[in-house]
């Protein structure tokens, strides 16, 4: 039981990673600043960065997770590849909520 809820805590860590990589490539490079690291424009870019990031990394994390519980580790018992493929599979819910928050945000201005 623990090593499943670590292995599923590493999994976290992997889709917050790829919540804050979509993040960093829907906001693009940090603003630059004249004055200091501290300016209003940095502050509000890290926010969002982290905030809004690891919400969708969360999201990731939830559809893997309840995926996993219920179709993957049944069907990839002893499988010597199962790790590759759980993460092509993350990988795969990282672009479908990365294409839906696109779309919701840029095309129908929901968020």
Known sequence: M???ILSYLAW???AILLGLFHMRIVLGPAPESDHTKFSLSSMVYEWALVQVGTIIGC???VIFILLDVVFLN???KGNSKSV???FLIISIIAVIVGVTHYVLEEVVNVI
């Open 84 to 86: 590759l493929f759980k």
């Open 59 to 61: 999201i990731i994390a």
């Open 12 to 14: 976290l860590v992997v």
């Open 2 to 4: 623990t090593k499943r």
């Open 74 to 76: 049944n069907k990839l």
